[in-house]
């Protein structure tokens, strides 16, 4: 009996020490966490109940033997991460400072993302590549930038700083600074605190549905305007 004691307790005293490091080493990220998300009610709640740090702290471990060339280990480890929080970082993805995945459930990285300090995604977000391409195939996100809930930014392109890509667009094509994306594919409705009209602004219209749909519109306007007259 003594001696069950004893090991229930070294095992209560290994938890503690593991979520110290923890607490120590992901300082910052907990804080981001906390500063993001309204519904943060305290510092330890994120540290035990956050999917999105547990698998960031599972990331760190993973890159750092990827970048070993531990390619196994590596991807052993993002795997059970992926069983246990539902969000997939490949080791090889190059992730900033103050990474915040709210939420998680679907997140996807791919193994040449690269994503820059202070960047928030929420859950379904995927940062993949188009197809069967070899060598650099995925985004590459500036700081500060956050990307809504479902949204799929695809290929070796740039996401520029302090941009939003709204929930469930689909990113193809590179995005400047300051900017806020939405919708299929994603097309630049806001730049530098100005709203865009995409109607006015044709090479912002990146959607050739939508620039046909558009052109009816017009159109059936003016046979309208025609009729009435
Ligand atoms: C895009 C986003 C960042 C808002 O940006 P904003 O600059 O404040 O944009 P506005 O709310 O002024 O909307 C601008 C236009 O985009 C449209 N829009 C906004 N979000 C959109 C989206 N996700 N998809 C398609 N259109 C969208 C608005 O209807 C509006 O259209 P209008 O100009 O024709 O009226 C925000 O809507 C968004 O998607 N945030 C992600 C939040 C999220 O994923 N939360 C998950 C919590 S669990």
Redesign the pocket.
């Given at each position: 009996m003594i001696y069950l004691a004893q090991i229930l307790l070294i095992i209560l005293a290994l938890i503690l020490i593991k979520l110290t490091v923890i607490a120590l080493f992901f300082y910052q990220d907990i804080r981001s966490a906390q500063k993001r998300d309204p519904a943060a009610k305290s510092f330890i709640e994120i540290l035990l109940l956050y999917q999105g740090l547990h698998a960031l702290v599972a990331h760190r471990i993973a890159h750092a033997l990827y970048k070993m060339h531990v390619f196994f280990l590596a991807r052993y480890i993002s795997q059970l991460a992926r069983f246990a929080t539902g969000i997939e970082i490949h080791p090889g993805a190059r992730i900033g400072k103050r990474f915040f995945i709210?939420?998680g459930m679907g997140v996807v990285i791919g193994e040449t993302a690269v994503v820059g300090d202070d960047v928030l995604i929420?859950?379904g977000v995927t940062l993949g590549g188009t197809g069967l391409e070899k060598g650099k195939r995925h985004p590459a996100v500036g700081n500060n930038v956050?990307i809504?809930?479902?949204?799929k930014v695809l290929g070796n392109i740039v996401i520029g700083d302090n941009s939003?890509?709204?929930?469930?667009?689909v990113v193809v094509n590179e995005v400047p600074p300051n900017s806020?994306v939405?919708?299929v594919p994603g097309r630049v409705?806001?730049q530098d605190g100005k709203?865009i009209d995409v109607s006015l602004d044709h090479k912002q219209v990146l959607d050739p549905i939508m620039q046909v749909i558009e052109e009816l519109q017009k159109r059936i306007d003016s046979l309208e305007g025609r009729k009435n007259s």
């Open positions: 709210d939420h929420y859950q956050v809504g809930a479902g949204a939003y890509i709204g929930s469930n667009a806020t939405v919708g409705t806001k709203k």
